[in-house]
């Protein structure tokens, strides 16, 4: 089992960066495959960016690539979500999650952080 903590949500205004992190708690992510999703209020859960914890191989939702930077920190059992430039539209609350697979969408999660709330403002 993985037991998963979100921080770093906040309000901020439109073009500002905010930083989110995952700490795994007991658990290492050891094989897994570790990134976040968000869910904007009235849609779909969806795939942001995901990590492979093995390589440190990222990946990114075409359309978050150049403001969005996923990495982690085998030390401290983190990853984390660098949001850079971010838009009224970023607005939802962002989910960690770990799984063998996370491209799929939410079906191939096994484990969900609580969520951290993200709010721009225009």
């Known amino acids: 089992q993985v037991q998963l903590v979100e921080f770093g949500g906040g309000v901020v205004q439109a073009g500002g960066s905010l930083r989110l992190s995952c700490a795994a708690g007991r658990r290492?992510?050891?094989?897994?495959?570790?990134g976040w999703f968000r869910q904007a209020p009235g849609k779909e859960r969806e795939f942001v960016a995901g990590?492979?914890?093995?390589?440190?191989?990222?990946?990114?939702?075409?359309?978050?690539?150049?403001?969005?930077?996923i990495s982690r920190d085998s030390a401290k059992n983190s990853v984390y979500l660098q949001m850079n430039n971010l838009k009224p539209e970023d607005t939802a609350v962002y989910y960690c999650a770990v799984g063998g697979s996370l491209w799929a969408g939410p079906p191939s999660v096994a484990y969900w952080g609580q969520g951290t709330q993200v709010t721009v403002s225009s």
């Open 28 to 34: 290492t992510f050891s094989a897994y495959n570790i």
């Open 51 to 69: 990590i492979r914890w093995s390589t440190g191989s990222p990946d990114y939702v075409d359309s978050m690539k150049g403001r969005f930077t």
